[in-house]
């Protein structure tokens, strides 16, 4: 298959990276969009997969088990992307000394509030200074693993917790910050948006999306 491809069936049949038996709910977008993105990459592939805490965290890592056939990294909520950077730069440290011979590729996993709130910083900085990775924000549109608090990332006018509809407020005020327009603001290669929602066939261009920024 060469790189202007892209074959769903071929892509759907790999083996997947994430194990059964994690503890994430039935149709859980999250496992979704996880199996997704890994299955992008291609068999031979090697892969470190990094993980801010969250519900995807919390329901498929539990010291010293994880459902990740590759080498994971579990992360505090605000470090995603500074982690993932590090150990990117020191594989292509050692990969220069001769020490590291696989290719290897970085992905990081983060929720709404760990990338569009509380991981901002480091993303940025790891944006900023054009490290080779992946980021995948899996947006829930709040921070639905400590009771659907409001995000940045929730829409105007939403009902959480902390902006409830009712007679003295119309939900969140504020408008959902665009982290597509952010990122593209530091020049990097590639920013992609997707949804899994509908169709089955609606999950095409999420496939694409994932195999270009892997390519980039």
């Known amino acids: 298959m060469d790189k202007t491809t ?24 999250a496992t979704i969009a996880v ?21 995807l965290e919390v329901s498929s890592y539990t010291y010293p088990y994880t459902a990740y056939e590759d080498s994971y990294i579990h992360t505090a909520f605000e470090n995603a992307g ?4 590090g150990v990117e730069t020191a594989y292509r440290v050692l990969r220069k000394k001769g020490k590291v011979g696989a290719d290897y590729k970085f992905i990081t ?34 921070y639905m693993n ?23 407020s119309t939900g969140k005020p504020q408008s959902r910050k665009d982290l597509a327009a952010v990122m593209a603001a530091h020049h990097i290669p590639y920013v992609g948006q997707t949804t899994f929602i509908g169709r089955i066939s609606t999950q095409r261009p999420s496939g694409r999306s994932i195999r270009k920024g892997r390519r980039f």
């Open 109 to 142: 996993f983060g929720g709404d509030g760990g990338t569009y709130d509380i991981g901002l910083q480091s993303l940025s900085g790891a944006m900023e200074r054009g490290h080779d990775m992946v980021y995948v924000c899996y947006d829930n549109g709040a």
């Open 6 to 29: 892209f074959d769903f069936k071929e892509i759907q049949g790999r083996e997947d990276r994430l194990a059964p038996g994690y503890r994430l709910c039935a149709g859980c977008g």
């Open 82 to 85: 500074a982690t993932l950077s």
């Open 35 to 55: 199996r997704n993105v890994l299955k992008a990459l291609h068999p031979g592939d090697h892969a470190v997969v990094g993980n801010a805490t969250g519900c």
């Open 146 to 168: 400590t009771g659907i608090q409001r995000s940045s990332a929730t829409p105007e006018f939403a009902d959480t917790t902390t902006t409830p509809v009712g007679k003295v």
